[in-house]
């Protein structure tokens, strides 16, 4: 069990390193600290990522550590998770397509004593990639501005959490989160003429610390039915990061460029968060999740370069507000037909923007998403909660706003979780 234990950690700790790279092609990314990632497991990607209300003994479940106190206790569960997404851009008339892929998270939960579990593991938080260029035409004798936009980089967290079951009814966790990472963007302009040549670059690197609580009240309604109420807090953080703005001026006649630093100490946060969820648990066979999450980032101030100085500046971001339901169904869990024992998903959700864009409010967006658990163990060989499953989802994702670009995003998702029994007492005759 032991060397099992220490392998999982392995695994989880490599998985830091695959997080560098960027898991988004989206020119929204240059905004804030980036695109927002999902924060939810295999279990819930096929019901749109809901989870606040979900409290089950054989999953893990990240977004509410007060469902840390479900876990089984003869089991050791362990959550790992990929995605690749297709992604249509289009303005005006104009349409391209992108593709890339990404290690998403890697998770595992245990129950440390009677009524206590505790989870771990690596997540990402944030995501920055992009590059695109647009010109302008000044007029016949100055000719035309190229400006190329690029950016990479992200944030990702590593958290230790547990979760607690004071009362029959009512669990509290936490996750203790240490978030790092980084994001360059830059913006150059140049032009064929006598005009100099222009390079703004935008760099950062946070590490920090940070928490966030929930609480599950576990209601039974009779003897087939059971409702869970949840909630979250996610405190405000500063991201101990000294953003900065490198402006290059290139003579265009001497080819001798004039640089120019600026920096703000301590100059990003995230914000505080606050999330409601309720789910309805119909023989185990039906469990319907609805969620609703709000961030607010309008409270938070953004660095901004405007007439010769970088400094934070506010009404750059907005609150976002995120709304997701979902659903899982379960014919037999016990059964010894294999399509009664897979679990079918379904999902939709419905987000605003956390940034605005040239004063305007970003893309809102829309999602759906569908997805099946798949047992890879017979119903009779493990007891049905406790069988390994892959899950597998797909989801769109529409993205727009007027006169920006809307972006289209069909993403597969595969998860696999792992139930070891470590903690059965075995009899030996």
Known sequence: ?????LCNILVAMCCVSVFAQSGTNSPY??????????QSQGFSRGMNGVGLALRKGNIVNTLNPASYSAIDSLT???????????????????????????????????RLVRNVGVSFGVLPLTNVGYSYSSSTKLDQDRGTIAETYSGSGGLHQVFVGAGWRILKPLSLGFNAQYIWGNYDRSIVSSTGTDINSLKKVYSASAKTFHFDFGAQWQQPINKYNEVVVGATVGLEQKLGADPECMIINTNSLTNVPDTT????????????TYGVGVSWNHKNRLLVDFDATMQQWGN?????YEAGSYVLKSGLLKDRYKVNLGADYLPNGMSRNFLERVHYRLGAGYATSYYKVNGQDGPKELSISAGFGIPLQNGWNLRGNLRPVLNISAQWVHSSATNFITENTFRINIGLTFNERWFAKWKVD
């Open 261 to 272: 630093l600026f920096s703000i100490s301590n100059g990003l946060s995230l914000p505080m």
């Open 1 to 5: 069990m032991n060397k099992r234990f």
């Open 29 to 38: 990314s240059q905004y804030g600290l980036g695109v927002l990632s999902d």
């Open 300 to 304: 938070i101030d953004y660095p901004s």
């Open 76 to 110: 050791m569960i362990f959550d790992v998770g990929l995605s690749g997404q297709l992604t249509n851009f289009k303005e005006g008339g104009a349409s391209i397509n992108a593709r890339n892929a990404d290690f998403e998270y890697a998770v595992g939960c245990f």
